[in-house]
């Protein structure tokens, strides 16, 4: 079945430490996204990829990092400048052409 | 500029119940418009959407939504609310032809259902 994988779906970290975020997919969907969702909000864009070894900065991209060597693959290291990484992280993608998104199933994070 | 509001954190019905959560946008341009069901610790999917074609949209699961351009509004019903139906909802807008990245998320509303 084609869809996106995240992993872990938890995990935990304790302040000061990067930790990276999988996002894998096998839709052939050329652009790949990053939301940070907080209780209570909406989904908020932290980094977004249209194109292998490019990508922009969303609206809350202080303290995150992400590459995109692969079509299938896009990255996010949550690093320890980002003061506040406690959240739910959503990967998506789509096809440029609809910009209909498809999510995967979240990492929750969560800093002792 | 896009935005949108969805009005109401929490809505609570009844199995069997009228759902309507509600939902109104701002928009420079006529807009697309999206409804997405979230269960919890689990991704968003897609209920349904609006792309200037008819105004009453059907979605997944017996949803529907309705397109008012007078109103701005774009909100979201079932007619018989069923457990199953229990999760986050979430609004969002877009401009036509504009990049997924550009998608503007309402802050969600709650579904509970009572049996």
């Known amino acids: 079945d084609g869809g996106i994988t995240q992993s872990p779906k938890y995990l935990f970290r304790k302040e000061g430490q990067n930790v990276t975020l999988s996002c894998e997919q096998n839709?052939?969907?050329?652009?790949m996204y990053w939301y940070r969702q907080d209780p209570g909000q909406g989904l908020r864009l932290i980094y977004y990829?249209?194109?292998?070894?490019?990508?922009q900065k969303g609206d809350i991209a202080e303290g995150y990092s992400v590459s995109r060597e692969k079509k299938e693959s896009f990255p996010l290291t949550v690093t320890s400048a980002q003061k506040n990484p406690t959240a739910f992280y959503l990967c998506?993608?789509?096809?440029?052409?609809?910009?209909?998104?498809?999510f995967g199933e979240g990492s929750r994070l969560t800093v002792l | 500029a896009q935005s949108v509001t969805q009005l109401g954190s929490h809505v609570s019905v009844s199995e069997g119940a009228l759902v309507l959560l509600r939902c109104n946008y701002s928009?420079?341009?006529?807009?697309?418009l999206f409804w997405y069901v979230q269960y919890p610790n689990q991704g968003l999917q897609l209920l349904l959407k609006?792309?200037?074609?008819?105004?009453l949209v059907k979605g997944i699961n017996g949803f529907e939504a309705e397109f008012k351009k007078s109103e701005t509004s774009f909100h979201l019903t079932k007619p018989s609310a069923h457990m199953s139906d229990a999760a986050e909802y979430f609004c969002?807008?877009?401009?036509?032809?504009?990049?997924?990245?550009?998608?503007?998320f309402g802050s969600g509303t709650r579904l509970s259902i009572r049996p």
């Open positions: 998506a993608s789509s096809i440029v052409r609809t910009g209909e998104l498809f």
């Open positions: 839709l052939n969907h050329d652009a």
């Open positions: 990829s249209q194109i292998v070894n490019d990508f």
């Open positions: 928009s420079s341009v006529p807009p697309y």
């Open positions: 609006y792309t200037s074609a008819a105004t």
């Open positions: 969002a807008v877009r401009a036509p032809y504009s990049s997924a990245s550009k998608i503007i």
